[in-house]
């Protein structure tokens, strides 16, 4: 079995309903063909790099599926190539190191994100809020230049004057 990922950008113009019909379009265009559908992962909105068809944002899905044969590419992306609700795509076919990390990443043991650290504030055994201590940078001394005495010029005349 050939492990594949097919990533596509759909016009965020569309409405939700709209937008959710493409992907199963696609998802079951693939099911049709033979293939098993490991995953869907719906990035949702995002911020293209640069604009396409004169749009700043588009709605982002990812189909990882398998498949015994590799035609069914080129039939998925000639059909993902005349639907023009749909702005970009890339179809890859995952090595066995694509296909772990796709794993551990649905596991949840890695994750593509940091996770924020909460800022909460520390608090006594009372229960009330201590306001944390920001760090003190030690005193930096200031040197001040030495001021800069001129000695006054003398002009030497000749006694020809």
């Known amino acids: 079995m050939n492990h594949y990922e097919v990533t596509f950008v759909i016009d965020p113009v569309l409405s939700g309903d709209e937008i959710k019909t493409t992907a199963s379009t ?50 998925a992306e000639l059909a993902l190539r005349r639907d023009e609700r749909i702005m970009r795509f890339l179809t890859v076919k995952l090595d066995k190191y694509g296909i ?9 043991k890695i994750s593509a994100y940091k996770k924020k650290e909460s800022k ?17 940078a030690p ?7 030495e001021p800069v005495i001129e000695a006054p010029v003398v002009m030497a005349h000749s006694e020809e004057e």
């Open 26 to 75: 696609y998802q079951s265009l693939l099911k049709d063909q033979g293939c098993d559908i490991v995953h869907v992962n719906e990035m949702g909105l995002r911020q293209l790099a640069y604009p396409l068809n004169k749009k700043s944002s588009g709605v982002y899905y990812c189909i990882e599926f398998t498949s015994p044969v590799g035609s069914v590419i080129g039939k």
């Open 100 to 108: 772990k990390y796709n794993e551990d990443r649905r596991t949840g």
């Open 120 to 136: 909460k504030k520390p608090s006594d055994a009372s229960g009330s809020e201590v306001a944390a201590a920001a760090p003190v």
């Open 139 to 145: 005193p930096v001394e200031i040197i001040q230049p």
